[in-house]
C-alpha cells in the first residue's frame, strides 16, 4: 500500500516562492498530479508529471510561475512556486494518476492530506 505525505507549505507575501514536496512511502509510484482546494471553491488541477520525468502538464492559471518536478530516487515530486500570488493559497495535495485525461482530479486516487499554502497581500 502506497502513503503519499506533503510538506513545504506556510505563508509567504504575493510574489514570493515556496517549494513543496511529496514523498510516497510503500512503493514506488508512477505518474503524480499535484492538486490545490482553496476555502470554499472546488478542488483544481494544478500540476502532473510522468513517471519518467517528461511530459509535464501545468494549469494555465499557474504555467510559467509553477514548476513540478520529480527524483526517482526519493521516490518523490516537487512543485516549486513562484511569483505567488493571494489567489494561490489552497490546500495542496499529491496524487497518483490512474488513467484518462490527467487535468481531471477525478482521475487521481491515494491523496495525501495537504499542506496549506497561504499568500498574504
Known amino acids: 500500500q502506497v502513503q503519499l505525505v506533503e510538506s513545504g507549505g506556510g505563508l509567504v507575501q504575493a510574489g514570493g516562492s515556496l517549494r513543496l514536496s511529496c514523498i510516497a512511502s510503500g512503493r514506488a509510484v508512477r505518474s503524480v498530479g499535484w492538486v490545490r482546494q482553496a476555502p470554499g471553491k472546488e478542488r483544481e488541477f494544478v500540476a502532473h508529471?510522468?513517471?519518467?520525468?517528461?511530459?509535464?502538464y501545468h494549469a494555465k492559471s499557474v504555467k510559467g510561475r509553477f514548476a513540478i518536478s520529480r527524483d526517482n530516487a526519493e521516490n518523490s515530486v516537487s512543485l516549486q512556486m513562484n511569483s505567488l500570488k493571494p489567489g494561490d493559497t489552497a490546500v495542496y495535495s499529491c496524487a497518483i494518476y490512474s488513467s484518462g485525461s490527467v487535468y481531471a482530479d477525478i482521475r487521481y486516487w491515494g491523496w495525501g492530506k495537504g499542506t496549506l499554502v497561504t499568500v498574504s497581500s
Open positions: 508529471i510522468h513517471w519518467s520525468g517528461s511530459p509535464a
